[in-house]
Each structure stands twice: as C-alpha cells, then as structure tokens.
C-alpha cells in the first residue's frame, strides 16, 4: 500500500521560514509528478508548486521567489523550501504524486494527509 506522509509543518512568525518533507512509501514502481497544494479555511485546494521526475518546476504566482520545490528520486521524497512566509501563507499543506505503483496497472494520484503551516504577524 502506497503512503506519503508529510512533516516539517508549525508555527512560524511572519518573514520566517519552514521547510516541508513528503516521503512515500510502500511498493512503488516509478512516480511521475510529485507537488504541493494548500487549502486555507473556507477556501478551495490550490496548487502551490509540482516538480516533474527531470526536475522540472511550476509555482503559483504568490510563492514565486519565497518557496522552492525538489525531490530525491532516491529517497521518492519531495520538499518545499517555504521563505518570507506571510500570514496569507497560513493553511493545511497537502503532498501529491502520480505513482505507479509495483502491482499496480497504471498511475494513481496519492495524496498525504496534509500538515499545517500558521504563520502569525
């Protein structure tokens, strides 16, 4: 059974700094894309960065410049590097990954249970 489990999540005052780790686990055969996505209360799930398997990257416009995403292909984990973080920044940080996994018969989407970030003035 495939998991990824987030960590890395607090309580970080304005203008700091949190790094987020997601690790998988489980029997994976390969994974495609893996990201980030934030949902702040009374708000929809948005995308915050993805990064491809060659290491391409995509960020949304208000993370642009302050966060960084990478992966270890080695370790199937991928990061967020969060800089600058602003109160807007605050909410529950969700990892995804398109995984095939080793039994399985095509890419699924897999998603972590998410970890909050709060960031207060």
């Known amino acids: 059974q495939v998991q990824l489990v987030e960590s890395g999540g607090g309580l970080v005052q304005a203008g700091g700094s949190l790094r987020l780790s997601c690790a998988t686990s489980?029997?994976?055969?390969?994974?495609?894309?893996m990201g980030w996505y934030r949902q702040a209360p009374g708000k929809q799930r948005e995308l915050v960065a993805t990064?491809?398997?060659?290491?391409?990257?995509n960020y949304a416009d208000s993370v642009k410049g302050r966060f960084t995403i990478s992966r270890d292909n080695a370790k199937n984990t991928v990061y967020l590097q969060m800089n600058s973080l602003n109160v807007e920044d605050t909410a529950v940080y969700y990892c995804?990954?398109?995984?095939?996994?080793?039994?399985?018969?095509?890419?699924?989407?897999?998603w972590g249970q998410g970890t909050q970030v709060t960031v207060s003035s």
């Open positions: 995804h990954a398109e995984i095939f996994p080793r039994y399985g018969s095509r890419f699924d989407d897999y």
């Open positions: 489980g029997s994976i055969f390969v994974i495609n894309a």
């Open positions: 990064i491809t398997s060659g290491g391409l990257t």
